[in-house]
């Protein structure tokens, strides 16, 4: 945890008490009263989630709660927002983000290309135009 602020700052969270929780299939852990995305930040994740259109890299803004960049899934509830969300070492409590479950935040839209332009190349042999 070498990305905390020291001191007075963090008045709300327990430094004494560890909190371990999973996001994307990875362990992190945080204190008591940390949320899933100031724990995240906290252990140097500063990644949530990918824009919807372009696949843009997504994270936490202001940690005030109103940010749709922090929208994550739990294992029973969707779309909720992970700066107002509590770390918590509770089962069903494993974070994933909202989008399909095949992709990962570390994928790009390009990594995928490469199989769909190959498939669109033998299924249409009419087109010219190559990848």
Not at 41 to 65: C, E, Q, V
Not at 98 to 104: D, G
Not at 121 to 127: F, H, I, K, Q, V
């Amino acid at each position: 945890m070498n990305h905390r602020l020291d001191a007075p700052m963090g008045l709300l969270i327990d430094r004494n008490k560890r909190v371990s929780f999973s996001f994307e299939g990875k362990d992190y852990s945080g204190f008591a009263g940390d949320s899933i995305a100031s724990a995240l930040a906290g252990n140097g994740r500063w990644l949530l989630s990918r824009s919807f259109k372009y696949h843009r890299p997504r994270g936490p803004l202001t940690m005030a709660g109103q940010d749709a960049n922090t929208l994550i899934q739990l294992d029973k509830e969707p779309n909720v927002l992970a700066d107002r969300e509590p770390a918590t070492e509770a089962p069903g409590c494993s974070a994933r983000i909202t989008t399909a479950r095949w992709i990962t935040i570390g994928m790009r839209c390009w990594d995928i290309s490469p199989a769909l332009c190959r498939w669109v190349s033998t299924t249409a042999p009419s087109t010219r135009r190559r990848c």
